[in-house]
């Protein structure tokens, strides 16, 4: 089955400073998600990575602050910019099957300081 | 260490008993569910999901009962083991939005051995 590579799996930043988070999906796949896990918290929504075109955001959070870029239909990128300690958070991207659930990759872990 | 599940709910039960996990889910039109396992440091991961014409599936140890009256989805976890210890989410798909996955409060499920 497919997979979903994450880098970096953690990472430790300066308040001001943006960071960059890859996905990579070994097989080619139609939706694309970005969720942020703050700690002990669920999953909620960040945005829609669309192969082409612009990311659809949900409700309260901007392009501004989390661009998303998808080239192509097994890779996208999330940046988190200009961060402040409450972005601090688990960042999960992921895919769904042909059969209509979402796979997870392992999540990037960010502490910013 | 990993905060994952430290502020939710707690599921304790022995091991070998059955354990049955709950969740409320808020718009009718929702037509598919995923319950989905999160262990320490780790991303989500499929366990079993239902469709809204379905009240029940059966997985291996697993089953998922759907309430569409009460808008209530349940997981029942048979024969506990410790490998199931970990932080179980319901997330549901809305009618309206295609794979796109919202994700409830989620629990904490301890084993005892």
């Known amino acids: 089955s497919a997979v979903i590579s994450q880098k970096p799996s953690r990472d430790i930043c300066q308040r001001g400073t943006s960071l960059t988070i890859q996905c990579q999906v070994d097989?080619?796949?139609?939706?694309m998600f970005w969720y942020r896990q703050q700690p002990g918290q669920s999953l909620t929504l960040i945005a829609t990575a669309n192969q082409g075109s612009e990311a659809t955001y949900e409700s309260g959070f901007v392009i501004d602050k989390f661009p998303i870029s998808r080239p192509n239909l097994t890779f996208s990128t999330l940046t988190v910019s200009n961060m402040s300690p409450e972005d601090s958070s688990i960042y999960l991207c992921s895919a769904d099957r042909e059969t209509g659930e979402l796979f997870f990759g392992e999540g990037s872990r960010l502490t910013v300081l | 260490g990993e905060s994952v599940g430290l502020h939710l709910p707690t599921l304790s039960v022995q091991e070998g008993d059955n354990s049955i996990i709950n969740c409320a889910y808020s718009?009718?039109?929702?037509?598919?569910f995923i319950w989905y396992k999160q262990e320490s440091g780790k991303g989500p991961q499929f366990i079993i999901d239902?469709?809204?014409?379905?009240d029940k599936r059966q997985g291996q140890r697993v089953t998922v009962l759907l309430n569409k009256t009460v808008k209530h989805l349940s997981l029942q976890i048979a024969a506990t083991q410790p490998g199931d210890s970990a932080v179980y989410f319901c997330a549901e798909n809305r009618e309206d939005s295609s794979y796109k996955l919202i994700f409830g409060s989620g629990t904490r499920l301890l084993v005892r051995p």
């Open positions: 097989s080619q796949v139609t939706m």
């Open positions: 718009n009718s039109a929702s037509d598919y």
């Open positions: 239902i469709r809204s014409n379905m």
